[in-house]
């Protein structure tokens, strides 16, 4: 930023039916700079009237959509790109407004959303389905690949780009329509996505945007006999809920919940270089990260040298405003993960733990926390068991192959983990021994949009990304004919 010019927050308003609208009951909430606390403005709330034309509008979108070709819909959301493209820089600054992260990462991720959207439209041209060879002579069988139908789906608030950018073309890729219901506390990247789509040409009523009291909105949505698809991105016990309303009317769902991914660090490392590699994927969005490396089991000959370079890393951060130039790491999304912090760390604390660095609120304006590492942790202790989703990370020896592998797979969660190790032995035994959907080893680069994205356990089921991505949107009907 130059500082000359102040940046420009998005005009806060939802999108139904082709038009852009406030709440029909006139019903508002601030939104806030994290960084500053201050208001950036007032996001409508939908009224039930409001959902209910939503819907109407869906469900007319999809009859449009359904039928336009797979290759006549890869132009309009490839021509989506190309807005979403040009306007990134300004995309970037409403995201670190709302959001917190610091400049470079809003960047990344606006044109990691941009690639994932380019990718959705060009995969929906290939839903292909197949012929099966029939039993008797003239008689032809097909599985045919369909779009599933109108889809309500949620996001959640760290990352107000990738999350709907994945929702929203895989939605469309595969001809649904699709209502979404972005996060209330980081609306502004949301809108500023779907002003692309309706640039580019997408008929009204193929994508939504509606905001509210999330269980209003999403119970309202997901009762409805129009919506046969449900997405949600967020916590476990919202995904319970959501699945449950789900399974009333038998809809089918995608559901991207939380972790607590175990880095395993073997001593056949340079656990130098593998700290740098660790603590920056820490720290990245201030740990809010459903990815996040959280919990650090590294191997007791290189304990000391490992924890040395991340407690350095730590203490060396540069925390503060995304928008200043330097800054390092921004401030929690909200004051909720302030208190999270504050209580897992004295959870630790009341367990035996040692704060190597940080463990404290940076101030009181802005929802900034030190960069925290934290050694001589309990399992037990909350820090070990709940996902932190923040910047606090508890560093553990470990002996054995078979012991690090049993701590590792010993919670509920199962979405991503990562492990470290020169031998080509090690690397792919202890890929196949963990519950997990995904695992980088020897990297954490685990999430691309050619890639399936997905969670084991509590973690979730179904994908987003690759192949299984676009499938989350398509039925499958078989179809046989025999000429008569
Ligand atoms: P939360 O559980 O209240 O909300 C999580 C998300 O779900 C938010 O975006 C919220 O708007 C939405 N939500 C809540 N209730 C909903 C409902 N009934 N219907 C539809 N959407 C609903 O908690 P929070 O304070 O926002 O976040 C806390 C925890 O959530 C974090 O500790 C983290 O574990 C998890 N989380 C995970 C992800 C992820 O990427 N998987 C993202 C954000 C939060």
Redesign the pocket.
């Known amino acids: 930023m130059d500082g000359s010019r102040a940046p420009v927050y998005e005009k806060l308003e939802m999108f139904i039916g082709g038009k852009w609208c406030q709440g029909s009951e006139g019903k508002t909430e601030d939104v806030v700079n994290p960084a500053t606390e201050q208001p950036l403005g007032k996001l409508p709330h939908a009224s039930k009237a409001d959902l209910d034309r939503a819907l109407a509008a869906a469900q007319k979108g999809f009859e449009t959509w359904r039928k336009t070709s797979a290759y006549d819909r890869a132009k309009v959301i490839r021509k989506a790109v190309d807005l979403f493209r040009q306007r990134a820089d300004a995309i970037a600054q409403t995201l670190t407004l709302e959001q917190g992260k610091v400049l470079g990462e809003a960047k990344i991720e606006v044109t990691v959303s941009a690639d994932i959207i380019e990718w959705y439209a060009e995969e929906g041209r290939r839903a292909y389905g197949r012929i099966i060879p029939g039993r008797m002579a003239g008689v032809r069988q097909m599985a045919v690949r369909e779009p599933v139908g109108p889809v309500a789906a ?6 107000p780009a990738v ?1 709907p950018a994945r929702k929203i073309a895989g939605a469309i890729a595969a001809g649904c329509s699709i209502i979404i ?1 972005a ?3 980081t609306p502004g990247t949301c809108i500023a996505m779907v002003r692309c789509f309706e640039e580019a040409g997408l008929p009204a009523g193929v994508l939504n945007l509606v905001f509210g009291v ?2 209003d ?3 309202h949505l997901i009762a409805s006999p129009v919506i046969r698809k449900i997405s ?7 995904g319970k ?2 699945a449950r309303m789900a399974a009333d009317g038998m809809k089918k769902a995608t559901m ?4 607590h991914s175990p880095v395993i660090v073997f001593d056949d490392v340079d656990p130098v270089k593998t700290a740098e590699i660790a603590a920056a994927g820490k720290y990245r969005n201030a740990g ?3 990815i996040s490396p959280t919990r650090f089991f590294v191997q007791e000959k290189v304990f000391d040298k490992f924890a040395d370079k991340f407690i350095d890393i730590a203490k060396n951060l540069k925390v503060g405003n995304g928008l200043e130039a330097g800054t390092q790491m921004g401030p929690l999304a ?1 004051i ?2 302030v208190n ?1 912090m504050e209580g897992i760390v004295a959870d630790a604390q009341g367990n035996g733990a040692r704060i190597q660095t940080g463990g404290k609120r940076i101030g009181n304006q802005g929802y900034f926390f030190q960069p925290t590492v934290v050694t001589n942790v309990d399992e037990k202790s909350k820090l070990m068991r709940d ?1 932190p ?1 923040g910047p606090v990370a508890p560093i553990v020896p470990f002996k054995t192959f078979d012991e690090v592998v049993k701590r590792a797979n010993a919670l509920e969660y199962g979405l991503a983990a990562y492990a470290f190790t020169h031998s080509t032995a090690t690397a792919t035994a202890v890929a196949d021994a963990l519950e997990s959907g995904m695992v980088g080893v020897n990297h954490l680069g685990i999430s691309m949009p050619e890639t399936p994205f997905g969670g084991v356990k509590e973690s979730g089921y179904g994908h987003e990304g690759g192949i299984e991505g676009l499938d989350a949107y398509l039925i499958t009907k078989f179809v046989t004919q025999i000429g008569v």
């Open positions: 949620f996001t959640p608030w760290n990352f999350t219901k996060s209330e506390e999330p269980n909105v999403s119970t949600f991105t967020g916590s476990i016990p919202v809920h959501l991207e919940l939380g972790g809010q990260v459903c909200n909720r993960r999270a996902e989703f």
